[in-house]
């Protein structure tokens, strides 16, 4: 996914792709089950997109490969720039829960079967 089609997405769109990537499934009476089988209605999900401890959960059901991904796209976003180089690691570990949640979808978001 790109910046750009990241950037369409609603608040809620964004909320249920996180959601998703975490291994939430959506049912028609739009619930979330995790692996566990504990439901969520949406509005009870985590707000990945302002709380830094939900990113982190999310964070946490990566692989380590998949993690050096989001890395590298989140310096990205929060440098504005594409040469390693110039990263400031300070930028990245300070990213807000947004930039880490638009890195997340953006590197994990193609690997998902509809």
Not at 56 to 70: F, G, M
Request: net charge negative.
């Amino acid at each position: 996914m790109t910046r750009e089609e990241y950037a369409k997405l609603t608040y809620e769109e964004r909320q249920i792709k996180i959601a998703e990537l975490c291994g939430w499934n959506c049912n028609r009476r739009f619930c979330y089950l995790d692996s566990n089988g504990t439901s969520r209605a949406k509005s009870q999900l985590p707000c990945y997109l302002y709380d830094l401890n939900a990113m982190h959960e999310a964070w946490l059901n990566l692989t380590y490969l998949q993690q050096v991904a989001v890395v590298e796209v989140l310096g990205a976003i929060v440098c504005e720039t594409k040469n390693r180089n110039d990263w400031v690691w300070m930028d990245i570990a300070n990213a807000t829960a947004a930039q880490r949640a638009e890195a997340f979808v953006m590197t994990l978001s193609d690997k998902v079967t509809p």
